[in-house]
């Protein structure tokens, strides 16, 4: 089934660790997104990629970072540098950018 | 800057029966797109409906239909015969059409319907 896959569905970290997010998609779309869902509050995104090898800052990238080497894959890490990491992490992607973009079913962080 | 406003946190309608949810949004820009989109209890995001400003027509997807009003910048959804499926929250969202990978999102509406 075509689709796209976070994991793991729960993440618990401890505060100064580094944690990574996974995503990955194998519905040959060239267009990723990592958004922030906090309660009460929309999504907010945090980076996109357009293409392998490039990606660009959404509206809250500082405490994160992304790669992006392979085209089905756009993991996120959550950095020691991000100030209130605790949320649910929502990946998304589309054919391109002027697509409509679908999402994974997300990934819930703790910071303990 | 665009914005998108959800003025209904939470609403209910019987099973069966017919609701709507409103959607406002403020922008500068002439051509968009506008998205509705379901979080159920399993919180991922499904794309339920998806209208083009530049189209008068207004959407439809089986029991799922727009009111697109362009001139009030208005763009509610009508849910017709409820089921206990459509329970959820329910997410408005805006997307430019020069600055196409940026989806700005209401704060959502929390849909119950009632058996």
């Known amino acids: 089934d075509g689709g796209i896959t976070q994991s793991p569905k729960y993440l618990f970290r401890k505060e100064g660790q580094n944690v990574t997010l996974s995503c990955e998609q194998n519905?040959?779309?060239?267009?990723m997104y990592w958004y922030r869902q906090d309660p009460g509050q929309g999504l907010r995104l945090i980076y996109y990629s357009q293409i392998v090898n490039d990606f660009q800052k959404g509206d809250i990238a500082e405490g994160y970072s992304v790669s992006r080497e392979k085209k089905e894959s756009f993991p996120l890490t959550v950095t020691s540098a991000q100030k209130n990491p605790t949320a649910f992490y929502l990946c998304?992607?589309?054919?391109?950018?002027?697509?409509?973009?679908?999402f994974g079913p997300g990934t819930r962080l703790t910071v303990l | 800057a665009q914005t998108v406003t959800q003025s209904q946190p939470e609403m209910s309608v019987q099973e069966a029966e017919t609701v709507t949810l409103s959607c406002t949004y403020d922008?500068?820009?002439?051509?968009?797109?506008l998205f509705w989109y379901k979080q159920p209890p399993s919180r991922q995001m499904i794309l339920v409906i998806r209208?083009?400003?530049?189209?008068?027509q207004n959407a439809t997807e089986n029991r799922f239909s727009v009111n697109f009003q362009k001139a009030a910048k208005s763009f509610s959804l009508k849910i017709s015969d409820s089921q206990l499926g459509d329970a959820a929250m329910y997410f408005c969202?805006?997307?430019?059409?020069?600055?196409?990978?940026?989806?700005?999102f209401g704060t959502g509406t929390r849909l119950t319907i009632i058996p």
């Open positions: 969202a805006y997307r430019s059409a020069i600055r196409t990978e940026k989806l700005t």
């Open positions: 998304a992607s589309s054919i391109v950018t002027t697509d409509t973009q679908y």
């Open positions: 519905l040959n779309h060239d267009a």
């Open positions: 922008t500068s820009e002439s051509d968009y797109y």
């Open positions: 209208q083009e400003a530049y189209k008068q």
